[in-house]
């Protein structure tokens, strides 16, 4: 599989780029804040540049794009892709609703699997979520979503919270509120909150739990990420899931794990 990595700069990116070149995968090209041309394969950071390089080396040929880089590159990204005719493993989160339309008008052209999260572990996870919020919620249990990462991590709620509170919502036959954290005096908690709490400290890879409580018990199902690999890991197998002839669309890690 020939990859083209954008943010081979991040933390993520580095980790994606280290899988690959040891593996039987290869890297042809990457993106990055800052151009340079010492690897074994081209870095660009002007998207336009990186299309007239593919278009005057026909011989370099690639089978898909894995970004993990900022929400701010939506735009020349999904132009890209689109230029390009290549499906997109999806991982950078933070995108406004203007640029998730983007993505979804992108998505007429090309494969793109679109995710908070590539862990295994956390694709099973929202299957959970859901189900236990189907049951559970109607029976008066109160929802509440804790999130932990790295003092490093720039956007709250992570990604992943937004994709598990989604699930929960999705399963609920009611209008609920989420509520970002409190603060001070207020009413008591209603039903229909759904809370979530990011803590930001450390060097957390990433925990995420989802706290199902009534007046007698209290079921948590939680999700820790020992290292970045096993993120990596996920994004390889969802693209390999796009290069397997799948038509232009949006796909989630539940397709690619075929559940």
Not at 125 to 144: A, C, F, H, N
Not at 196 to 203: E, K, P, Q, T
Not at 229 to 234: A, D, P, R, S
Request: aromatic content about 6%; hydrophobic content about 40%; glycine content about 6%.
């Amino acid at each position: 599989m020939k990859v083209i990595l954008i943010g081979l700069s991040g933390a993520m990116g580095q980790e994606v780029a280290r899988f690959i070149e040891t593996s039987d995968h290869e890297l042809v090209a990457a993106f990055q804040e800052e151009a340079h041309h010492d690897l074994a394969y081209p870095v660009f950071n002007d998207f336009s540049e990186m299309t007239r390089y593919f278009k005057q080396n026909q011989e370099i040929k690639a089978d898909v794009v894995i970004d993990f880089s900022h929400a701010s590159l939506t735009e020349g990204l999904m132009n890209f892709v689109q230029e390009m005719n290549l499906p997109i493993m999806l991982a950078t989160t933070g995108q406004s609703e203007e640029q998730i339309q983007l993505i979804k008008e992108a998505a007429q052209k090309v494969a793109i699997v679109d995710t908070h999260n590539t862990s295994i572990g956390v694709t099973v996870m929202t299957q959970l979520v859901k189900s236990l919020s189907q049951t559970l919620y109607p029976l008066g249990y109160d929802i509440e979503l804790i999130e932990k990462h790295h003092r490093h991590k720039k956007d709250a709620p992570s990604g992943t919270a937004v994709m598990l509170l989604k699930a929960a919502q999705e399963a609920i036959n009611d209008e609920t509120q989420p509520v970002h954290g409190r603060e001070g005096l207020g009413d008591e908690r209603s039903h229909q909150e759904i809370g979530i709490h990011a803590v930001r400290a450390g060097d957390i890879v990433g925990e995420h739990t989802v706290l199902f409580a009534n007046n007698e018990e209290v079921l948590e199902v939680t999700h820790r990420a020992g290292s970045k690999q096993l993120f990596v890991k996920g994004a390889i197998q969802a693209a390999e899931f796009l290069i397997q002839g799948q038509v232009p669309g949006i796909y989630s890690m539940e397709d690619v794990l075929n559940l």
